[in-house]
């Protein structure tokens, strides 16, 4: 919207007409105007045919069904309240009669929530569905709790979709049923053995491995550690510059990486942290280091992961975790589909309401 303001009269009395005038100024004034639901009353009515006398009632109009008076909303900004700004129920029912002048319970809030599990977790079977064909799976885990226990939370995260998961346990069992019957060309994680052969080939995260090369660094190896942190440093480097280099190039480097890694092996650590290392890109990595240089659609970090899961390590500080295992499921439902929402530039109140009246559409990131 624009006001253009004209100047009246002068100093001296006269009176300035508005034809011919410039702008002097501008400047923007930004206001959010009061906010108050719209309550529709529905009036179903019902009447005798006149050819054959049979009472007709009509059907309820199908954006406005009977049953919970809140629409769609209403119980996505709930919902993205909760689970995405951690808002908790009782802080929530203040906010929207303070806001909006809505009074909600915290009784209705979880009841809307529990309402919504359904169309959340058809759209996130979906989701599953697209990162389970995926030819590349990355994963990553967290701890949760869920009734005062522990739980993990896993992301599954392809290159059209994420998935959540909250499960008892952080065993192989999880990816595997995940899973069912499907293997990916390539898995990429850190070196926890329960991410490990769900897939041809398997990448490990640079990052996590210069990390371990770190602490072994400031355990005391003066040897391997180092030149093993500097090696890896610069195959990331590398890769971050993928985009930009001939199929060629790509190859020529990684055979001097090849070669490289082999003379870095040989090197006899000073320290057992330093030893460890070495032994076990021996015995387990060796042939999980490079993989993102034979294709182009393989990181060599894990990191998209580990960004996927910051909001629900903040999530979980912030609630200490969920009452029940159907919070546990729909809150990793609303992190699938607001995840995968971000890949195709979708806020997260945008994907959460598209979800809730089926109006999402996938696209191309």
């Known amino acids: ?62 954006d406005m069904p009977p049953g919970s008076p809140f629409g769609p909303g209403i119980v996505a900004l709930v919902t993205y309240l909760h689970g995405c700004q951690m808002v908790s129920y009782a802080r929530l029912a ?4 303070g806001l909006f002048g809505l009074k909600i319970s915290e009784g209705a ?32 885990e967290t701890s949760a709790r869920v009734k005062g226990k522990n739980h993990w939370q896993w992301t599954l ?34 070196r926890l053995a329960a991410q490990c052969d769900h897939a041809d080939a398997h990448q490990f995260s640079l990052a996590h491995l210069i990390r371990d090369a770190q602490y072994a660094i400031d355990a005391g190896d003066t040897v391997f550690a180092s030149a093993f942190k500097e090696f890896l440093k610069r195959a990331c480097e590398i890769g971050r510059r993928r985009p930009n280099l001939a199929d060629s190039t790509i190859k020529a480097y990684a055979r001097a990486l090849e070669r490289e890694l082999d003379r870095l092996l040989e090197f006899e650590p000073t320290n057992p942290d330093g030893r460890h290392l070495r032994d076990a890109i021996i015995v387990d990595a060796r042939d999980k280091l490079l993989v993102f240089l034979t294709r182009r659609d393989v990181e060599p970090t894990n990191n998209a992961s580990e960004r996927s899961l910051r909001p629900s390590v903040i999530f979980r500080k912030v609630t ?8 546990a499921k729909v809150y990793a439902d609303i992190c699938s589909i607001v995840s995968t929402g971000r890949l195709y530039g979708r806020s997260p109140l945008a994907a959460i309401r598209d979800d809730l009246t089926g109006r999402s559409e996938p696209a191309t990131p």
């Not at 200490?320 to 919070?327: A, L, Q, V």
């Open 157 to 190: 995260v392809a290159a059209t979709a994420v998935v959540h998961l909250i499960a008892p346990t952080r065993g192989k069992i999880v990816p595997k049923e995940f899973l069912d019957g499907a293997r990916p060309k390539v898995w990429l994680s850190d």
């Open 109 to 140: 809030i979880a009841n809307m929530l529990s309402r919504a599990a359904q169309p959340f977790g058809k759209c996130a079977e979906a989701i599953h569905e697209t990162v389970r064909n995926s030819p590349v799976i990355a994963s990553d």
């Open 1 to 62: 919207m624009t006001r253009n303001i004209f100047a009246e009269r002068c100093d001296c009395g006269g009176k300035v007409p508005p034809k011919g005038q410039v702008i002097a100024h501008a400047y923007d004034h930004v206001e959010i105007p009061p906010i108050k639901p719209v309550t529709t009353r529905i009036n179903v009515h019902r009447g005798d045919c006149p050819c054959c006398g049979k009472t007709v009632t009509a059907a309820a109009p199908a």
């Open 320 to 327: 200490n975790g969920f009452r029940s295992d159907w919070g």
């Open 94 to 97: 203040e906010m929207l009669e």
